[in-house]
């Protein structure tokens, strides 16, 4: 984890559980000649607007009070929700995605493939399972976890 989205974690975590929202995610990313930090948010029930903006807000004070500043180069701060498809990246979001639509990308292809979609029907600690179609059959595959780049909801149409 780099210093700044290490740093930023540790600023964030009191103002989300002061009002009891969830951590999803922090990055720290160049795009272009810009620079953002982005931090994703989340509530049983979905977060809003407003209460990106309140975290947006209260980081931006614990960050612009810092002493020595955290992020030296100029930078865009981004508080939003995950969004529709929210990445897997803890074990209770794996938990949550079970019995749901995801999406996971392989470090290596599998049958000539490093990426399946398809509902989560069986996960432990070293594997998880997907169900999903060929054509007209269904196919039942399980994946070892550490094989598994990325994973994220996905929505199916």
């Given at each position: 984890?780099?210093s ?5 974690t540790n600023?964030v ?20 000649k810009?620079?953002?930090?982005r931090?994703?948010?989340d509530?049983p029930n979905?977060?809003n ?6 975290v ?7 960050l612009?009070?810092c ?5 030296p180069q100029?930078?865009y ?8 498809e929210?990445?897997?990246?803890k074990e209770?979001?794996?938990?949550r995605?079970?019995?749901?639509y995801?999406?996971?990308?392989l470090y ?10 398809g ?10 399972t997907?169900?999903y ?5 269904t196919?039942?595959k399980?994946?070892d976890r550490?094989?598994?780049a990325?994973a994220r ?5």
């Amino acid at each position: 984890m780099s210093s700044v989205v290490e740093t930023v974690t540790n600023l964030v975590t009191p103002i989300l559980d002061e009002n009891h929202f969830e951590l999803v995610d922090v990055e720290f990313v160049k795009e272009g000649k810009s620079w953002y930090l982005r931090v994703y948010i989340d509530k049983p029930n979905g977060i809003n607007i407003e209460e990106c903006a309140l975290v947006s807000d209260k980081l931006s004070e614990k960050l612009d009070s810092c002493d020595p500043d955290p992020i030296p180069q100029a930078y865009y701060l981004e508080v939003s929700s995950p969004g529709a498809e929210r990445p897997l990246k803890k074990e209770k979001d794996y938990e949550r995605a079970l019995n749901k639509y995801i999406h996971i990308s392989l470090y290596q292809a599998i049958d000539g493939q490093k990426v399946y979609e398809g509902t989560m029907v069986d996960l432990n600690k070293e594997t998880l399972t997907l169900e999903y179609r060929v054509k007209t059959r269904t196919v039942t595959k399980t994946f070892d976890r550490n094989k598994i780049a990325k994973a994220r909801l996905a929505i199916k149409f």
